[in-house]
């Protein structure tokens, strides 16, 4: 075996499992009879830019289509998926200009994890938590630029991976079946990309209004996902999820400052109103009883409880109560460790909830197969 | 869904590896190795299939049910390695036509439209 055909065998060893087991021993075969024919015409050079172009452009498409082929989500999926984000992008200026380049920031990936997926055939698990990584850097590369301070240093670097757990629990779970797992994998993106941009707001999380914030964030998030994930798709929950943060964002956030005044008042209870919508709309889609009683309690209970019942007493007892918190205080380092703790939780138990699920479904088609 | 019974206009329009793979099969069954010498010489070099995008194509096209593996055996003129061997389905010459004729349609009116260039063209 000669030394060129070693390196691409090693080159091939990141295609696909799959991939491999079937093409290795007739690429490796084709490679040789390329590489005779290259040294006859003196052009090895020649063959190994040919082939490592070759290599580049196939791995990443190969690792997609092994995920599944030829699904590419419906617009009226990606339409639901992005009307959160319209919203977003196209807020009446802040008053403070950090939460502006904030917000835009969510909506931006919001947007590029919709035109992702829309523009592949569904992509392998393994990309999202590397793009949820790769975005949740570059939001805070970009803000730091943009605000002249560099807040790189200390804890906020291992603060995202914090939340990638989740998603590299769902990655190492291969018999997750595959839409799920996406939608699973999202929830860790959405998980390192929410706290790393509140992070930026101000003193960590706390000061942001996070502390109390996220959690509830993400527990809504895993409520909507629950019954929806599995039903209705990764776009779908995605929708539900942004719905569900932009209600939070622009109803119960004191720290944002734009409760009902004007156009933001008006955006959020465009936004309440249509998740409040759509959620009888998917409920009536739903396939099981249970399905649907979930489908429409658990989000409307959420929504509630943080609408209504929180606010007053996240104002009344909470350390915070005009967006200052004395963050050297016992109680907030309490509130700050529970809030890792929580989400770490939630997306944990989502993963188990999920697994649970498409473990009854698998079985259940098998049944079905036999 | 059967290929036999697919549309191949669904397929419509090809990646340029599809079809010149497809090209390669029209006149008998070739193995990988065999088609990328086809496909290089018909294109006077300007298509050049590494293992990758052959075997991904050729994987892809497996699975659509335009080609099928006809046989497993060394090929004479190269060296006693065992290849395997690819032939066209019906659904697959179905869709070699389909795309041809889609290609056929855009040369006529580039013509019609001078759009050629040098080019020279046979045939009305």
Known sequence: ?370 | MNPAQSDPDQEIPLTPAVFHILLALADGEKHGYAIMKEVESVTDGAVRMGPGTLYGSIKRMLKAGMIRESDERPDPELDDARRRYYELTGYGRRVLEAEAQRLAQAVRVARRKNALGGATTTGG
């Open chain 1, 1 to 370: 075996m000669s030394n060129s055909e070693r390196i691409y065998r090693l080159f091939l060893t990141l295609y696909p499992r799959e991939h491999r087991r079937h093409y290795e021993e007739l690429m490796v075969t084709h490679f040789r009879d390329q590489l005779k024919e290259a040294r006859r015409e003196r052009a090895v050079l020649h063959l190994w830019l040919r082939t490592l172009i070759d290599v580049v452009t196939t791995v990443p498409l190969e690792h997609m289509q092994s995920a599944g082929m030829h699904y590419v989500y419906p617009w009226s999926e990606v339409l639901l998926a992005i009307l959160p984000t319209s919203v977003l992008l196209f807020l009446p200026p802040q008053s403070d200009q950090i939460e502006r380049f904030v917000l835009l920031g969510l909506g931006l990936i919001y947007l590029a994890i919709v035109v992702v997926y829309r523009s592949q055939d569904r992509p392998a698990a393994w990309v999202l938590p590397i793009l949820g990584l790769a975005g949740t850097y570059s939001v805070f590369w970009v803000f730091s630029v943009l605000l002249g301070e560099w807040r790189w240093g200390g804890e906020y670097i291992p603060f995202p991976l914090v939340y990638l757990l989740p998603a590299g629990i769902v990655v190492l779970t291969r018999s997750i079946r595959d839409g799920n797992r996406l939608t699973l994998v999202l929830f860790g993106i959405l998980m390192a990309t929410s706290p790393g941009v509140y992070l930026l707001q101000g003193e960590g999380s706390l000061a942001a209004g996070g502390a109390l914030e996220v959690p509830a964030l993400f527990l809504l998030a895993a409520a909507l996902g629950l019954p929806f994930a599995s039903r209705y798709g990764f776009l779908g929950t995605l929708f539900m999820v942004g719905s569900a943060q932009m209600a939070i964002e622009f109803t119960i956030d004191p720290s944002l400052q734009i409760r009902f005044d004007g156009w933001p008042r008006l955006l959020s209870l465009l936004n309440l109103g249509t998740t409040l919508i759509i959620i009888p709309f998917l409920t009536l889609r739903a396939r099981s009883g249970l399905g649907r009683v979930l489908a429409f309690l658990l989000p409307l209970a959420t929504c509630l409880l943080l609408l209504i019942v929180l606010p007053p007493l996240i104002y009344t007892y909470s350390p915070y109560t005009a967006g200052h918190v004395d963050t050297a205080g016992l109680v907030e380092r309490a509130i700050y460790l529970t809030n890792y703790a929580v989400q770490i939780l939630v997306g944990m138990a989502f993963a188990l909830t999920l697994y649970g699920t498409n473990r009854k479904d698998d079985l259940r088609a098998s049944r079905i197969n036999n």
